[in-house]
């Protein structure tokens, strides 16, 4: 049973298009985040939710919306795709203040 | 600004070396600090620690924090194949409950050569 799960694994689409990602935990975690790992491996964090509430929003240009439904979900939907956008995308949760706890990760290649 | 910076960026060893990575760290509201192991997919679980002077063990893997010159060092013995990935530091700040976040390093790419 996995911990954190995203779908899809992997995503290739073009520039322009609209896309997205979802996670889902099931650890009971409060926390939810999303990170981007670029082609250098650099983790950075974008988002993070607690209880549905968004909590750190880094800096991320809002093409970027992300979306907590409940406290066990939370997707990416990116819009007008650019090249520059390509990365892996890792979701990750914890109960503040540790398990931090991270998904398989999601691959976005933009064509 | 959180920063985290992690020393060497690559290492190449032979099997059965020890091999000693660093990492570095300015936070505005320490709690912790976290050793990752990233190899194909989603980094994995190494170490958590929150207090000085104290070293964990796991194998042939440890780590230690030092929170006044503000560093950790991860020390693998006996090097071996599948010790071949990235780790990762992070630091996680977090002045309030529920606003917790992971700053990480850029890594140490570890190969073990055979």
């Known amino acids: 049973d996995t911990a954190v799960s995203q779908t899809p694994k992997y995503l290739v689409t073009q520039m322009g298009n609209d896309k997205s990602i979802k996670c889902e935990q099931n650890l009971g975690h409060d926390t939810m985040y999303w990170y981007k790992q670029d082609s250098k491996k650099f983790l950075k964090i974008m988002f993070s939710?607690?209880?549905?509430?968004?909590?750190i929003n880094e800096t991320v240009p809002n093409r970027f919306s992300p979306k907590s439904p409940d406290k066990a979900h939370l997707n990416l939907h990116i819009n007008s795709l650019e090249l520059g956008d390509s990365a892996v995308y890792f979701c990750?949760?914890?109960?503040?203040?540790?398990?931090?706890?991270f998904g398989s990760g999601t691959r976005l290649t933009v064509v | 600004e959180d920063k985290v910076v992690q020393s060497p960026l690559s290492l190449v060893v032979h099997e059965g070396d020890t091999v000693t990575l660093n990492c570095s760290y300015e936070?505005?509201?320490?709690?912790?600090l976290l050793w990752y192991k990233q190899e194909k997919k989603a980094p994995t679980f190494l170490f958590m620690l929150t207090s000085s002077g104290i070293e964990k063990k796991s194998g042939r893997l440890s780590s230690i924090l030092d929170k006044k010159e503000l560093f950790s060092i991860l020390n693998i013995t006996a090097t071996q194949t599948g010790d071949s990935a990235i780790y990762l530091c992070?630091?996680?700040?977090?002045?309030?409950?529920?606003?917790?976040?992971?700053?990480f390093g850029t890594g140490t790419r570890l190969t073990i050569i055979p």
């Open positions: 992070a630091v996680e700040d977090g002045a309030n409950f529920g606003n917790e976040k992971l700053t």
């Open positions: 939710y607690n209880n549905k509430e968004l909590i």
């Open positions: 990750a949760s914890s109960y503040g203040g540790g398990g931090y706890t």
């Open positions: 936070v505005t509201n320490f709690r912790s």
